[in-house]
């Protein structure tokens, strides 16, 4: 079955930088990536999802890559902000009928 | 507000116990699967439904079982609870799109 890795467990930055979150996934399959934020309690809420036909989509200061080839992700934040500090979970599917599969989880923090 | 509902938010409840946790998905949402997230850890599947018939298992212990009902609630039951058993338990929901979407969870706490 699938498989995700997410790199790295935890990243510190200062205020107004940039943050890179990368994962890997095994399953060629997989066309749906989507990024998830859970702070502390709370439920893990979408910010910013890529299909396998798109290379890059940006929202704001969100971006998210994609390449097929190397079966790889990545989730890049700008203009790091305090209350982006969370717990980034990125995943993949294989589509709409099946589940999704997410990886270990990055908690970020943005220092100010 | 994601429109998936999930009660109870909290239960606490001794080890050996059954226990049974709800959930709503958002209206006309067809898929509904149960996610386990324990202190520290990441967001483990459980188990997939969709409309009414389960359709991916996942790491779900044979302690644990779940239905999803012809008005497309679901529910998880965890019987013979252990200490490990603790954590946050979500249900999350998809309809004709990709996104899925989760609920507040329902925290679980054996002692």
């Known amino acids: 079955g699938e498989n995700v890795e997410q790199h790295p467990s935890t990243l510190s930055v200062q205020e107004g930088d940039s943050a890179v979150i990368k994962c890997t996934y095994s399953?060629?399959?997989?066309?749906?990536f989507p990024w998830y934020k859970q702070e502390l309690g709370k439920r893990p809420q979408l910010i910013i999802d890529i299909r396998s036909n798109v290379g890059e989509k940006k929202d704001q200061r969100i971006a998210v890559t994609l390449n097929k080839t190397a079966k790889h992700f990545s989730l890049h934040i700008t203009e790091t902000q305090p209350e982006d500090s969370a717990v980034y979970f990125c995943a993949a599917s294989r589509g709409a009928a099946d589940k999704l599969v997410f990886g270990a989880g990055t908690i970020l923090r943005v220092k100010s | 507000d994601s429109g998936v509902t999930q009660t109870p938010k909290h239960l606490i409840t001794a080890t050996g116990q059954r226990v049974t946790l709800r959930c709503s998905p958002r209206?006309?949402?067809?898929?509904v699967y149960w996610y386990q997230q324990s202190l520290d850890q990441g967001l483990q599947f459980l188990i997939q439904?969709?409309?009414?018939?389960?359709?991916a298992k996942g790491n779900i212990l044979e302690r644990f079982s779940a239905q999803q009902f012809p008005d497309l609630h679901s529910e998880l039951n965890l019987s013979s609870l252990e200490l490990g058993d603790s954590a946050l338990y979500f249900c999350?929901?998809?309809?004709?799109?990709?996104?899925?979407?989760f609920g507040e969870g329902s925290w679980l706490t054996v002692v």
């Open positions: 439904y969709y409309n009414g018939e389960e359709r």
């Open positions: 399953d060629s399959a997989s066309n749906y």
């Open positions: 999350a929901s998809r309809g004709s799109g990709n996104t899925i979407y």
């Open positions: 209206s006309g949402d067809l898929s």
